[in-house]
């Protein structure tokens, strides 16, 4: 007779989808000091080693081919600061995954350390570029070394590298207190670098990062208000990741497909720490210890099988508590047919539990942008 299987099981199937990206952690050492940053250990200077690196090669290995590239997503700390040799030896392992497609690296920099050695192994690897930078020198003033002194020369160097050599990048900023009063100068400064597309993370309460004033949801609405006008007013150079996130939730609902959108599951994003360990969910709650929820890995890849890891999620304490707080945020919120209800690691950091349901991430990355095309279309209207 056959076991029923788990309700957890299946309350997990329906929500998760097999990992479509995997962050990996090369290094937790930084070689800049952001005054907003939330990482724990990025003094230590602890590396990945070859065998785990292949390890999980081998894991992904057995993923099923979906047909589309699983993401590899080098992020650190600093993950050049690994130095290339070392790099290239982690990369190896994924090699023939990589030329028969089934995976593709990413990787997020600060840019500081990007040279021409740098941008001939990123191009040999095919390696995505995100770079982190928050806008111009006033704006980016929160990216320090470890001394103190400004990092943003050093970022326009390295981005111009990447300019000079031909490799595409995104950009990734973190809009504080300042930035988000100024969303033209920000977008106009980062059309200037020739960036393809821009993601805003509004500064957040997230590992470390505890203290400092966050942007409210007044001025986050006004930030996406200024911002969605600028698209529109200038094109899609660069793209800016949030409203184009929200702009395909509109044309699948406007065209009928709606359906479709509300299909699609979220992603695990196993995260595989520089010894191993392995954190779902979210990359921040990496390193993280909590009395409720210990140090939230699900594993060890030198010890257990991704695959195996994965196919037990639903037994962890944190990952079934989150599912709770799905099911409250899909009752409750107005919100939840586009947002999903995701980032575990808000919940965690900003309430102390991921049974709760709305946050201030929620209130300014998400409603706030809702809220802001909401506005500006009752405005329109009303010309």
Same mark, same amino acid.
Request: glycine share 6%; with cysteine.
């Given at each position: 007779?056959?076991?029923?299987?788990?309700?957890?099981? $299946? *309350?997990?199937?329906?929500?998760?989808?097999?990992?479509?990206?995997?962050?990996?952690?090369?290094?937790?050492?930084?070689?800049?000091?952001? *005054?907003?940053?939330?990482?724990?250990?990025?003094?230590?200077?602890?590396?990945?080693?070859?065998?785990?690196?292949?390890?999980?090669?081998?894991?992904?290995?057995?993923?099923?081919?979906?047909?589309?590239?699983?993401?590899?997503?080098?992020?650190?700390?600093?993950?050049?600061?690994?130095?290339?040799?070392?790099?290239?030896?982690?990369?190896?392992?994924?090699?023939?995954?990589?030329?028969?497609?089934?995976?593709?690296?990413?990787?997020?920099?600060?840019?500081?350390?990007?040279?021409?050695?740098?941008?001939?192994?990123?191009? &040999?690897?095919?390696?995505?570029?995100?770079?982190?930078?928050?806008?111009?020198?006033?704006?980016?003033?929160? *990216?320090?070394?470890?001394?103190?002194?400004? &990092?943003?020369?050093?970022?326009?160097?390295?981005?111009?590298?990447?300019?000079?050599?031909?490799?595409?990048?995104?950009?990734?900023?973190?809009?504080?207190?300042?930035?988000?009063?100024?969303?033209?100068?920000?977008?106009?400064?980062?059309?200037?670098?020739?960036?393809?597309?821009?993601?805003?993370?509004? =500064?957040?309460? =997230?590992?470390?990062?505890?203290?400092?004033?966050?942007?409210?949801?007044?001025?986050?609405?006004?930030?996406?208000?200024?911002?969605?006008?600028?698209?529109? =007013?200038?094109? $899609?150079?660069? $793209?800016?990741? !949030?409203?184009?996130?929200?702009? !395909?939730?509109?044309?699948?609902? *406007?065209?009928?497909?709606?359906?479709?959108?509300?299909?699609?599951?979220?992603?695990?994003?196993?995260?595989?720490?520089?010894?191993?360990?392995?954190?779902?969910?979210?990359?921040?709650?990496?390193?993280?210890?909590?009395?409720?929820?210990?140090?939230?890995?699900?594993?060890?890849?030198?010890?257990?099988?991704?695959? =195996?890891?994965?196919?037990?999620?639903?037994?962890?304490?944190?990952?079934? !508590?989150?599912?709770?707080?799905?099911?409250?945020?899909?009752?409750?919120?107005?919100?939840?047919?586009?947002?999903?209800?995701?980032?575990?690691?808000?919940?965690?950091?900003?309430?102390?539990?991921?049974?709760?349901?709305?946050?201030?991430?929620?209130?300014?990355?998400?409603?706030?942008?809702?809220?802001?095309?909401?506005?500006?279309?009752?405005?329109?209207?009303?010309?």
């Amino acid at each position: 007779m056959r076991s029923r299987p788990s309700p957890w099981r $299946a *309350r997990y199937e329906q929500r998760f989808a097999a990992p479509q990206t995997v962050v990996v952690q090369p290094t937790t050492w930084c070689n800049l000091d952001c *005054r907003y940053c939330y990482l724990p250990f990025r003094r230590l200077k602890h590396q990945m080693l070859p065998e785990v690196a292949e390890t999980l090669a081998e894991a992904v290995t057995q993923f099923e081919d979906s047909g589309h590239p699983i993401g590899i997503v080098w992020h650190g700390g600093e993950p050049l600061a690994v130095g290339q040799r070392k790099f290239a030896v982690l990369l190896a392992p994924f090699e023939a995954l990589r030329r028969a497609g089934r995976v593709r690296h990413y990787v997020q920099t600060n840019a500081t350390l990007i040279s021409d050695t740098w941008c001939d192994l990123l191009a &040999a690897y095919d390696i995505q570029v995100g770079v982190s930078i928050d806008g111009p020198a006033v704006v980016n003033a929160e *990216r320090v070394d470890l001394r103190g002194k400004p &990092a943003f020369d050093r970022i326009l160097r390295g981005i111009t590298k990447l300019y000079d050599h031909g490799i595409p990048f995104s950009v990734i900023s973190v809009v504080g207190v300042t930035g988000i009063t100024m969303p033209e100068e920000l977008l106009e400064f980062l059309a200037t670098l020739g960036c393809h597309s821009v993601g805003f993370n509004i =500064e957040e309460f =997230e590992g470390v990062n505890t203290e400092r004033q966050q942007p409210t949801p007044v001025q986050a609405e006004e930030f996406w208000q200024r911002t969605i006008t600028w698209t529109r =007013e200038h094109g $899609a150079a660069p $793209a800016v990741r !949030e409203v184009e996130r929200l702009a !395909e939730y509109l044309r699948l609902t *406007r065209s009928g497909q709606r359906a479709e959108w509300g299909r699609r599951r979220l992603d695990p994003i196993p995260t595989v720490s520089w010894k191993g360990d392995v954190v779902l969910l979210s990359p921040e709650l990496a390193g993280t210890t909590a009395a409720e929820y210990g140090d939230f890995a699900a594993g060890n890849i030198l010890d257990r099988p991704l695959s =195996e890891i994965l196919r037990n999620a639903h037994r962890l304490r944190y990952v079934r !508590e989150f599912l709770t707080g799905l099911d409250r945020c899909e009752a409750e919120c107005e919100f939840f047919d586009f947002c999903r209800g995701a980032q575990a690691a808000n919940r965690y950091f900003e309430n102390g539990s991921l049974t709760t349901t709305e946050t201030n991430y929620c209130r300014v990355s998400r409603q706030a942008l809702v809220t802001a095309l909401a506005t500006l279309a009752t405005k329109e209207a009303a010309l």
